[in-house]
Structures are given as C-alpha cells and as structure tokens.
T-cell receptor
Framework: DTAVSQTPKYLVTQMGNDKSIKCEQN?????MYWYKQDSKKFLKIMFS???????INETVPNRFSPKSPDKAHLNLHINSLELGDSAVYFC???????????FGSGTQLSVL | KNQVEQSPQSLIILEGKNCTLQ??????????LRWYKQDTGRGPVSLTI?????NTKSNGRYTATLDADTKQSSLHITASQLSDSASYIC????????????FGSGTRLLVRP
C-alpha cells in the first residue's frame, strides 16, 4: 500500500530522447509536486499542482511539462533530454501547500 | 535572502552514541520548520514539525529544538542505531502570499557498529 508511488525507479536514456515519469498518490491529497535532487542533494521544487491546477512553476526549462489527469496523478514529461537533466526526481503530495510532504521513492534519471 | 544552512555536512558516529545536527535559517516570514529523514534510495520522511511557539519536540529517540529568536534548530539523536544512517534535511516553510518550502542540503549521518 505505497502512499506515493512513482515509476520507473531507474531511467537510463540517450541525449535527445523524450521520456516520462509517472506518479500516483492514494492518500487523497489535494496537492502534488515534482522535486529535483541534484548531486549536492539539494531538493528543488519544479512544479506544484493543487486539484489539477498548476500553482507553482519554478524556473524550469519548458522541455519539462507536468500533466495532472486527476488529483491523484501528476506525471512529468521531459523532451529532448540533456546531460544536465541527470538527477533524482521525486514526486510528493500533501493536503495543502505548506503541509507535511509525503514523498515517492524517487526516479534516478541518467542521461548518456 | 531566504536560506537554510545545515551543519555538519556529514557525520560519522559509533552505534549507541548521541549526536546533534544543526540548522540555521534566514527565512522570513517564518511558518514552521520540519526535519526529514532520507534513507539511501528513498524519499524523505517527516520526523518532526516545529512552529514559532514551540521550543522542543520529541519523536522517539529524535528531539528537535527551535530558537525562533536566533533562527536556529537542532535535531538530537539519542542512543544511535545503525538504522539512523541517513540524510537529515531541515525544511523551513515561508508564508507570505503563499507557502514556500526552503530546503537545506542535509547532513549525512553514518552510524558505525
């Protein structure tokens, strides 16, 4: 009964490819997020959705496009992958913005 | 500038020993401060939350303190266990027109037998 699940766990791909990461939460939360954790282990917010509506869109290349088909799902699509996109991407959810975050186990993206 | 700084960057201790991790922040206006534990290969998990009026909060062997005047927090781990080996991340919530979470870079703790 994983609360926040994201797939795949590992993603290895070539530069220039397009890939997607899926995220689902079964906690009934209204808000979902995508975070990027770089090699220095900083977690940086990328996007936040509340009830399927985009509320936070940090300075992220427009090659990254989130899609929320319903409030339990928030997928991340990345076009034209670059070497610098290699990182661990975490999905998270919470009742509302600012509340305790529940994180998925991460997707380690390696762009070769 | 809204920042969260943690120290030390990494720490190695022997099983059974105590340790204290530090978090200094310059985030304003302050809403709350959380400590998260991140095991290797997993997402962070919330340990404690501290609001402005709280000085100390415990969760088992974890005790967090907050000094809102000096903008400092600490996480004290008592009688460490091997399973405490993880990264500990301090997260401060800023509240103005909306909530914004400011993350520290974490302290990597290794507990050795």
């Amino acid at each position: 009964d994983t609360a926040v699940s994201q797939t795949p766990k590992y993603l290895v791909t070539q530069m220039g490819n397009d890939k997607s990461i899926k995220c689902e939460q079964n906690l009934g939360h209204d808000t979902m997020y995508w975070y990027k954790q770089d090699s220095k282990k900083f977690l940086k917010i990328m996007f936040s959705y509340n009830n399927k509506e985009l509320i936070i869109n940090e300075t992220v290349p427009n090659r990254f496009s989130p899609k929320s088909p319903d409030k339990a799902h928030l997928n991340l699509h990345i076009n034209s992958l670059e070497l610098g996109d290699s990182a661990v991407y975490f999905c998270a959810s919470s009742w509302t913005s600012g509340e305790k975050l529940f994180f998925g186990s991460g997707t380690q993206l390696s762009v070769l | 500038k809204n920042q969260v700084e943690q120290s030390p960057q990494s720490l190695i201790i022997l099983e059974g020993k105590n340790c204290t991790l530090q978090c200094n922040y310059t985030v304003s206006p302050f809403s709350n401060l959380r400590w998260y534990k991140q095991d290797t290969g997993r997402g962070p998990v919330s340990l404690t939350i501290m609001t402005f009026s709280e000085n100390t909060k415990s969760n088992g062997r974890y005790t967090a303190t907050l000094d809102a005047d000096t903008k400092q927090s600490s996480l004290h781990i008592t009688a460490s266990q091997l399973s405490d080996s993880a990264s500990y991340i301090c997260v401060v919530t800023r509240m103005d027109s909306s909530y914004k979470l400011i993350f520290g870079s974490g302290t990597r703790l290794l507990v050795r037998p």
